[in-house]
């Protein structure tokens, strides 16, 4: 591949915008997963009274267990969301940028 | 307090291999079993089911492309069952169940932090490797810089991962099957070997591929329909499981909170992050994101590979949830049928005891089967990896200056896979009685500490330079492997010394941030010629790994 394409494309303000919301996008739900877990991981670690306390009055089922496996859960649905805007809004945004750059 | 903790990450550790078995193994308890017929039936029916696909596979693999990345021809969601296979191990099924069976909640949280790596990989690495790539890792770490020096390192890098891993695997193997097929241990390891050889030689990455993709389904599906089953039980009430859950624990209603893993959470959780990265570094992992045609295919891969972890992971925890009343009031299950004595085959059979008191005698052979086919498909992509970095890296790229012809090629990986194949299987018996669970630790620490530095920077930072990765590189290397002898897992029970002088099982969490300190510090201070050209090189590449203009394409089948 030439360098003047890899020049043409660095050049198009549109390649600055790509990366842009690209790495926004990324690096913000990398942090926020980070997050999400490292507030579980605190929650166990100094007030795991509140992960202890049961659902339901009477009921043995505790907070604890819904919460885990809505982490896992929610982490998931944003690798979808990412996934989804990156094979849509930026799939269209970088073809665009590489047709410009082979014209 | 610190024998629980490093108790806990011995467990932890395992999860990630198949090791879990070793265990008990290590301490005497494995003791072979009577020939289990379900077992060896559903077992012959896999591995000729697979043998059927290496000859299909086999007709196919012509070009290195072939066989190193199935030509990219993978489609998403074939490679993230892949991915998902690489992943759940026969570990995951047999430890994380145990886990939650004998510490309750505390086992969930661990299982949460297994997980949480994968968002992050998709995030991070996902579309990059896979624009960068073609075969192997090296080929990212050593685009813009020293094709020579960093593919080398980065090839032997590999290369001790996968030898570590392979031994690993191979002890494991070895273990497991003896309990659940009451095989003799080197005809178990011999039959592995074989087998492995037989689908990476003939088959490639194709037939590698679809092994893994087999056994991930029917472990998706055995442990979907082991809890099923088990939930029937309680009318698939939760709340009902865990009102007799907590009557029947030892521990009562306290296994329903965090337990005494606050014994040390920082350790817990970075050991977490620490396992993840050694999984970002690990060469049959990523080898994964080169066979599927674009960056598109490999976000996808991950977006399925992780809903499928995630899925599973709940699966089991909630079979060794429902465990604890289904095993725990049986003593049938006990040895000398003693209620919350010994386990029988060792405290990580939980899962297959479940499989055996909702199924009956079949659904333990079938589940069984899985087991064994888990290990031969992960054994099988871990001696493509090494192959691959043997004759792509070393003899392609580095001794014949990129000038190798395909069939030559072709020709050096099969036997480096020969090799490989060999080197498993012998040393796989000479370690049969050692304990190895610190060749774990030296496996991700190694994987964390020395690929992920050096794959993580050379993608995301302009300013390193050849002098900086290799540095980085040894230092990770030399500290990981040196935390390793000095933990208590060589330095007391190898070695047998009094006490350990680094206390903690997992090297990564020091080894890895000094290994990026120290490509960073020396790039930085790197004022070479060749510096300043490696970083100009970066912007070109930095185009590529957001545009993927001029990555490897798919070749036609």
């Known amino acids: 591949m030439s360098k003047d394409l890899y020049q043409r494309m660095r050049d198009n303000p549109r390649f600055n915008e790509l990366v842009t919301k690209r790495s926004r996008l990324a690096w913000g739900l990398a942090i926020l997963t980070l997050v999400i877990y490292y507030t579980y991981m605190m929650l166990v670690a100094f007030n795991p009274k509140v992960l202890h306390a049961t659902l339901s009055e009477g009921g043995m089922l505790t907070v604890g267990v819904p919460v885990g496996a809505f982490i896992i859960f929610i982490t998931w649905a944003m690798t979808g969301y990412y996934v989804w805007r990156a094979n849509t809004e930026f799939d269209s945004l970088n073809e665009e940028i590489v047709k410009e750059a082979k014209k | ?557």
């Open chain 2, 1 to 557: 307090m610190k024998k629980f903790v490093s108790g806990l990450t011995g467990v932890a550790l395992s999860l990630a291999t198949t090791l879990a078995i070793a265990g008990p193994a290590a301490s005497g308890v494995v003791e072979k079993q009577p020939l289990n017929i379900h077992a060896i039936v559903m077992f012959f029916i896999f591995v000729l089911g697979t043998l059927a696909i290496t000859w299909w596979a086999a007709s196919k693999t012509q070009s290195t492309s072939d066989f190193y990345t199935a030509g990219g021809g993978i489609t998403g969601f074939q490679n993230g069952l892949a991915i998902a296979g690489d992943y759940m191990s026969a570990a995951t099924l047999l430890g994380l169940s145990s886990l939650v069976f004998s510490k309750g909640y505390d086992g969930f949280i661990y299982t949460v932090g297994f997980f949480v790596g994968w968002p992050i990989i998709t995030f991070l690495m996902a579309e990059r490797l896979r624009n960068l790539g073609r075969f192997t890792f090296a080929d990212i770490a050593s685009y813009r810089l020293d094709q020579t020096k960093i593919r080398t390192f980065a090839a032997f890098g590999s290369l001790t991962v996968v030898c570590f891993y392979l031994i690993v695997q191979m002890v494991g193997a070895g273990q497991l099957i003896q309990l659940l097929f009451g095989l003799d241990y080197p005809i178990a390891v011999v039959v592995v070997g074989v087998l492995m050889l037989v689908y990476v030689i003939f088959g490639g990455m194709i037939a590698t591929t679809w092994v893994q993709i087999i056994k991930a389904v029917l472990l998706l599906v055995g442990g979907t329909t082991l809890a099923a089953l088990a939930m029937s039980e309680f009318g698939f009430s939760y709340e009902t499981l865990a009102q007799q859950a907590v009557e029947t624990h030892k521990d009562g209603f306290k296994m329903m909170g965090p337990g005494p893993m606050l014994a040390d959470p920082i350790n817990a959780a970075s050991m977490s992050l620490g396992l993840v990265f050694g999984i970002a570094g690990l060469p049959h992992i990523m080898m994964r994101f080169f066979t599927v045609p674009n960056a598109k295919e490999a976000r996808k891969s991950v977006f399925y590979a992780t809903g499928f972890i995630g899925f599973f992971f709940l699966v089991v925890c909630t079979i060794g949830f429902a465990a604890i009343v289904m095993i725990g009031k049986d003593p049938q299950y006990f040895v000398g049928g003693e209620l919350g004595g010994k386990l029988i085959g060792g405290g990580n059979m939980v899962a297959m005891h479940m499989a055996k008191a909702v199924g009956g005698n079949l659904f333990l052979g079938f589940l069984s089967a899985v087991a064994f086919a888990t290990i031969l498909a992960v054994v099988a992509g871990l001696a493509l990896a090494g192959a691959s970095a043997v004759s792509h890296d070393l003899y392609a790229t580095v001794i014949k200056k990129g000038k190798a012809n395909e069939k030559d090629e072709l020709k050096v990986s099969r036997i480096a896979t020969i090799v490989l194949g060999l080197i498993a299987v012998v040393l796989g018996i000479l370690f049969e009685k050692m304990n190895v669970a610190f060749l774990v630790g030296l496996t991700f620490g190694v994987a964390a500490s020395t690929n992920f530095p050096i794959l993580l920077l050379s993608m995301y930072w302009k300013p390193l330079t050849t002098r900086g990765a290799l540095a980085g590189g040894f230092v990770g290397l030399i500290s990981a492997v040196s935390f390793v002898v000095l933990s208590k897992s060589v330095w007391v029970t190898v070695l047998g010394n009094e006490a350990e002088i680094f206390p903690y099982e997992h090297p990564a969490l020091f080894s890895m941030p000094l290994a990026f300190l120290v490509t960073m510090v020396v790039s930085l201070l790197d004022n070479s010629h060749q510096a300043t050209e490696e970083r100009a090189r970066f912007d070109d590449q930095f185009v590529r790994a957001q545009t993927g203009v001029g990555a490897a394409a798919a070749s036609n089948h």
